[in-house]
């Protein structure tokens, strides 16, 4: 089955850093979705994207957070400057379709830890 | 808002045990319902969904049944086995918005 990759598996940042996380989701999907999980916690939903632009975003979705998809493959998501409370698995997802009802191919994570 | 409530973990049981993991889920319209699971060292995997009331969902072994009147979705599954030990999370799905996530449920089972 196609898989959706996420690298790195594991990043650690000092608080105020930059951080770029990559994904490269299933080729002919269109939708595509960021998602994380602080310990302990729900997977909670971040960003979607579809058409080259943000289709809906939650209220962790702030200003240090953005997303892009650089070329044909790749969907990134940037946190500008990292506070300790961003340190979660971070989770890239894509579908073939929107809709409420569709099935979500999941990467297997990011860890970012932030010092 | 939606939201999904789902039987804090962990979960252990001895192979070939019956297993529930209970989901509840509150939503406005008439959201699909999913189980994702998670296996170590992997992203979520959709195991099984049911897009409307009275539908059961089913894959490997594993079963779970929309239910409208008690918002309830549980999984169910009649003989674990060590294969199954995992994270399994309920969702809800409704268009136009994004999937919502439980807590997640860990299973462990041992031989």
């Known amino acids: 089955e196609p898989e959706v990759t996420q690298t790195p598996s594991h990043q650690v940042t000092q608080m105020g850093q930059e951080v770029i996380l990559r994904c490269v989701p299933i080729?002919?999907?269109?939708?595509f979705y960021w998602y994380r999980q602080i310990l302990g916690q729900k997977v909670e939903f971040l960003v979607s994207f579809y058409n080259n632009e943000i289709s809906e975003k939650s209220e962790i979705f702030d200003d240090q957070f953005s997303v892009e998809r650089p070329d044909g493959s790749n969907f990134t998501l940037k946190i500008r400057s990292t506070k300790l409370e961003d340190s979660a698995m971070y989770f890239c997802?894509?579908?073939?379709?929107?809709?409420?009802?569709?099935?979500?191919?999941f990467g297997s994570g990011t860890q970012l830890s932030v010092l | 808002g939606d939201s999904v409530t789902q039987m804090e973990g962990p979960v252990t049981l001895s192979e070939e045990a019956f297993l529930t993991i209970n989901c509840t889920y509150t939503?406005?319209?008439?959201?699909?319902l999913f189980w994702y699971v998670q296996y170590p060292g992997e992203g979520l995997q959709l195991l099984l969904k049911?897009?409307?009331?009275?539908d059961k969902g089913s894959n490997k072994g594993f079963e779970a049944t929309y239910r409208k009147e008690t918002t309830s979705f549980h999984l169910e599954k009649g003989s674990v086995q060590v294969s199954d030990s995992a994270v399994y999370f309920c969702?809800?799905?409704?268009?136009?918005?994004?999937?919502?996530f439980g807590k997640g449920t860990t299973l462990s089972v041992s031989s």
């Open positions: 049911a897009t409307k009331a009275d």
């Open positions: 997802a894509s579908s073939e379709v929107g809709g409420g009802s569709e099935k979500l191919f």
């Open positions: 969702a809800l799905g409704q268009a136009g918005t994004a999937l919502i």
């Open positions: 939503a406005t319209g008439y959201p699909s």
């Open positions: 080729s002919n999907h269109l939708y």
